[in-house]
């Protein structure tokens, strides 16, 4: 525990003047996340990321972080983001060919969703730092409180397993803990700073993007079952990789962005 603690004080007194500053410092930062994300992803298959598939993946991932704002390095190249991912599934799917399917058809549906699932997440990172700095710190705070609300109240009454067959430690009682948490913080948070229009707006919004947060937890569980690995990296002491940590914002942050702007 006290590892744990320890590891979390440093990573956040790293993270946190990158994503107070914003701008290139900060992008330049989620590309160094994400493209350690993709690599502990790529370990739990056994892909190389200095392999040719590894690198037309990287190449893929840091095309689709490029921000709104910074578009304009495509378009004066008269290509889209969608044109460089047919790109890359066809050089992914030729490669299949010339190895003669030592990467398979498998693999390479690996590689374009992990490039997708890491891509697009992080992608929204970037993008809901450019709506608002507290917008931002709104998902941060949604998942801390959302994590440490489902393990606390879990571990002190929760009886009923959430998803055994995924993660066995998770209960019904954590996944509404963890809700009611995160209600319980975006309420403050909506106190100090009006970030949304209405206390039940934001009431609505908190109670999706839990819910979806403690899924995202629980896409990484999965996938750690499913390649039989403890954690999906060693980066983060007492916490595991850098998925670990932001399996749960991969799903937030995107779905935030489109409430905010669609409620």
């Known amino acids: 525990m006290v590892k744990r603690i320890v590891t979390a004080v440093i990573a956040a007194a790293l993270f946190l003047p990158f994503v107070i500053f914003g701008n290139i410092p900060f992008a330049v930062f989620i590309y160094l996340l994400s493209t350690i994300a993709l690599y502990e992803l790529f370990n739990m298959k056994k892909i190389h990321l200095t392999s040719f598939p590894g690198v037309i993946s990287l190449f893929l991932l840091w095309v689709l972080l490029i921000p709104s704002n910074h578009i304009i390095v495509l378009s004066n190249l008269a290509i889209s983001k969608i044109e460089c991912s047919l790109l890359a599934v066809l050089l992914l799917l030729s490669y299949t060919v010339v190895t003669k399917n030592r990467f398979s058809f498998n693999d390479a549906g690996f590689a374009i969703l992990a490039i997708m699932y ?55 009682e954590g996944f509404i803990g963890g809700i009611l948490s995160a209600l319980l913080a975006a309420m403050i948070f909506q106190a100090f700073t009006g970030i949304a229009d209405s206390y039940v707006k934001l009431g609505i919004i908190t109670i999706i993007l839990s819910i979806f947060g403690q899924l995202g937890d629980l896409v990484e569980s999965a996938l750690k079952r499913q390649y039989n690995v ?10 595991g990789g850098i998925l670990d940590r932001f399996d749960s914002l991969l799903f937030v942050l995107p779905i935030l962005h489109f409430l905010f702007k669609l409620l």
């Open 118 to 172: 890491v891509g697009i997440g992080f992608f929204y990172f970037i993008e809901t730092r450019s709506l608002g700095l507290e917008y931002l710190i709104y998902g941060l705070i949604l998942v801390w409180t959302t994590d440490s609300g489902a393990y606390f109240i879990g571990k002190s009454f929760g009886k009923r397993k959430l998803w055994p067959e995924i993660s066995p430690n998770k209960t019904v």
């Open 230 to 239: 403890k954690d999906s990296g060693h980066i983060l002491p007492g916490h």
